[in-house]
């Protein structure tokens, strides 16, 4: 931060200029320096608060990008005004058909105030000419900067050549998708719709370890919110060493994924989910056996198939004796397919594990973790109401990256402050 002497304080600037520097730190070498200095303290503190590191939970939760929502056509003015409005403070001539755009309430003359005089279409074709124009015009005098990707970017995403001339993309044809550019003001925040809700800007990914007298950060990550659970749960796993004791990570339902239960093994963890999405499987089901193959080795009734292969979809075919089948206590359950000497069953290992993990949700141990991991989302409340995770004021990836990055630290050293009260303030004495 500049402070190389004692003597020397912070000013108003100070923490400014270490936000910046970061900034363009991460810019060019792509590593999180707020990251990398967080998350061994995160360490050291679940040290000192004796935490069991050993069992973890996990969540994920929205964050809103500090923009207004805007009609398409408002994505064209914006970018097409951020460019004008640089071109101009260089002292560039700007022409006197793009020229309103200089002009105080130029946007709210267009889109509210008269927008009777223009109708749709008339507006479109309008700011789809001016967005050619301005373009070229950036071009003409060399415009690096942010402003002019994002035009380039809005130029490209919203406007199609058509006839010779270029017009707006209609909402169902190709190039429009959920990481198209929502506002020129943030060019990085994505569209996802989570719960039913619409939501603009960027998702957040917290583990956390709890013991006996509080729980401590783990680990955090910041991406656009188009990107999965599975996907955070994947990087997750990819940045873990290899555990000499096992370790426990509980998570709900959206990170569930047999491939990702597997590399984590190989990692000495283990993935526990607490819920399953789509349909709830038969727990009979639960009972068939199958190799590291797919194929199935025993049935619910402990029988082996004569034969067993593997479809490309996943689903075993298994071949039993009509004899093994005829007495069967399951076989109005397991429905096999009658042949001229034989029984088919048809089923899958993915739909056996996941009705053996509907039988274990009613087990007392899982509901013990289940009981653990619902203490992670006390996480999401608290950054967005004591931390203002969805009023930061910046924009971009990077620079909301790293202010929440300091906001996660905050919380550590919060979660830390309780546990100092709890653990060594004087105990009120009875009268």
Not at 259 to 273: H, N, P, R, V, Y
Not at 307 to 333: E, I, L, M, T
Not at 365 to 386: D, L, Y
Not at 399 to 424: N, Y
């Amino acid at each position: 931060m500049g402070l190389t002497s004692r003597d020397r304080v912070p000013s108003e600037r100070t923490f400014t200029r270490f936000r910046t520097a970061t900034y363009e730190f991460e810019k060019q070498t792509g590593r999180d320096l707020i990251h990398e200095a967080l998350k061994p303290l995160f360490s050291h503190l679940q040290d000192v608060m004796e935490c069991d590191k050993n069992i973890r939970r996990m969540d994920s939760f929205t964050i809103a990008s500090n923009i207004r929502n805007l009609s398409r056509l408002g994505i064209l003015y914006e970018a097409n005004h951020l460019v004008l409005k640089e071109l101009d403070s260089k002292k560039v001539k700007i022409p006197e058909e793009l020229s309103h755009y200089l002009k105080k309430d130029d946007y709210n003359a267009l889109f509210y105030w008269d927008r009777e005089k223009l109708s749709y279409e008339q507006k479109s074709e309008l700011l789809a000419g001016e967005t050619v124009k301005v373009r070229k015009l950036s071009e003409e005098n060399g415009l690096n900067s942010e402003a002019a990707a994002s035009q380039e970017r809005v130029f490209h995403e919203q406007l199609i050549l058509d006839g010779g001339n270029y017009r707006l993309r209609k909402n169902k044809e190709e190039g429009l998708n959920s990481t198209t550019v929502k506002s020129p003001h943030d060019p990085d925040a994505t569209y996802r719709k989570k719960a039913g809700v619409d939501h603009v800007g960027y998702a957040a990914n917290v583990s956390e370890v709890g013991g006996e007298d509080g729980s401590m950060i783990e680990d955090y990550a910041f991406d656009q919110n188009t990107k999965s659970d599975v996907k955070f749960l994947e990087d997750y796993l990819e940045n873990e060493p290899v555990h000499e004791e096992d370790v426990d990570l509980i998570t709900d339902g959206g990170y569930a994924s047999e491939e990702l239960s597997k590399k984590a093994k190989q990692k000495g963890i283990t993935l526990t989910t607490t819920a399953l999405t789509g349909k709830k499987p038969d727990e009979f089901k639960a009972d068939f056996e199958f190799d590291e193959d797919g194929k199935m080795t025993t049935c619910p009734n402990g029988k082996t198939p004569l034969k067993a292969s593997v479809y490309k979809n996943g689903q075993c075919r298994a071949v039993f004796d009509q004899s093994v089948c005829k007495d069967c206590p399951h076989k109005d359950k397991c429905n096999p397919k009658p042949q001229k000497e034989t029984n088919v069953v048809m089923v899958s290992k993915t739909g056996t594990d996941r009705a053996k993990f509907s039988k274990d949700q009613k087990e007392e141990a899982f509901h013990k973790k289940q009981n653990f991991r619902n203490g992670v989302e006390s996480i999401p409340s608290m950054m967005r109401n004591k931390y203002s995770v969805d009023k930061m004021p910046v924009r971009g990836k990077i620079r909301s990256k790293i202010l929440f990055g300091f906001k996660m630290g905050a919380l550590a050293f919060s979660k830390f402050e309780a546990f100092v009260k709890r653990k060594f303030s004087p105990q009120p004495q009875c009268a």
